[in-house]
């Protein structure tokens, strides 16, 4: 296929952002998707995206019926999608297991684990007809390590790579590859909404971010989910790829 077109959740992140631009940069086209329209106007003006091969649409993928309405759409205007990247996701509040309120800890997994769910399951379809696909989902370092006042958030990325897995086993000889990345600290508005929440919570500000002594740059991340994207990762299937700088080796 001479043109190949990349699906962004989370799109107007820090992270995702950066995504769409790796993709815009390699010749995809683009679809940017995120609950905040404005947000969305605003990356594709900062990043000079062209509407000849860049699109967007406002998303709640919380929300079954807006997933399935905006899917059967691009399909419609694009008749193909080769990459799927579940950027969205959110930290949600920060606290003791005995103090996590039931509708934090829903909120997170609506949008991080059945947010995630309901792209892969109405995206899959596609990819399956087309007998080829990549699909990379977001973990993190808190879903593997089990951090302190983290089990909403933590939990919820330990499931996302596990459904990852899930995915990776059921129809990769659909020619479909799915595959995770969990970042360390990145810098972007998630981590400093963090570090607040962090010092509310009486802890130090000054956090663990690994050997390299710095946060990753968004651009790092994109890298790394590109990467898993291309032909060069063309036997990567259910992998876990950990982009935290060695943090997790302390």
């Known amino acids: 296929m001479s043109e190949k077109y990349c699906i962004i959740t989370g799109a107007s992140g820090g992270i995702g952002s950066q995504i769409a631009k790796k993709f815009y940069d390699q010749n995809y086209y683009i679809i940017l998707l995120d609950i905040n329209k404005e947000k969305l106007e605003n990356v594709m003006k900062a990043m000079d995206f062209k509407l000849d091969r860049a699109a967007y649409y406002p998303l709640d993928i919380t929300d079954e019926n807006d997933v399935k309405n905006i899917l059967r759409h691009i399909y419609q205007q694009y008749q193909r999608i080769d990459v799927l990247i579940n950027a969205a996701g959110i930290c949600g509040e920060y606290a003791k297991a005995i103090d996590t309120s039931i509708s934090n800890f829903k909120k997170i997994y609506d949008v991080n684990v059945f947010g995630t769910f309901l792209m892969m399951q109405n995206v899959l379809p596609i990819m399956i007809d087309q007998r080829a696909g990549v699909i990379v989902n977001f973990g993190s370092v808190s879903g593997l390590r089990g951090y302190t006042y983290e089990i909403a958030y933590g939990s919820s990325k330990w499931a996302v790579i596990g459904m990852t897995k899930n ?8 020619g479909i590859r799915a595959n995770s990345v969990s970042p360390g600290w990145v ?4 981590m400093k909404k963090t570090l607040i929440n962090y010092k509310q919570l009486g802890l130090s500000e000054t956090v663990n971010i690994g050997p390299i002594n710095r946060p990753a740059d968004p ?16 036997y ?3 992998a876990n790829l950990v982009v935290d700088g060695g943090k997790l080796c302390d």
């Open 187 to 190: 810098d972007t508005d998630m």
């Open 167 to 174: 995915i990776a086993n059921e129809y990769g000889s659909c």
């Open 236 to 238: 990567i299937n259910g």
């Open 219 to 234: 651009i790092e991340i994109a890298e790394a989910v590109y990467f898993l994207s291309s032909d060069a990762a063309s």
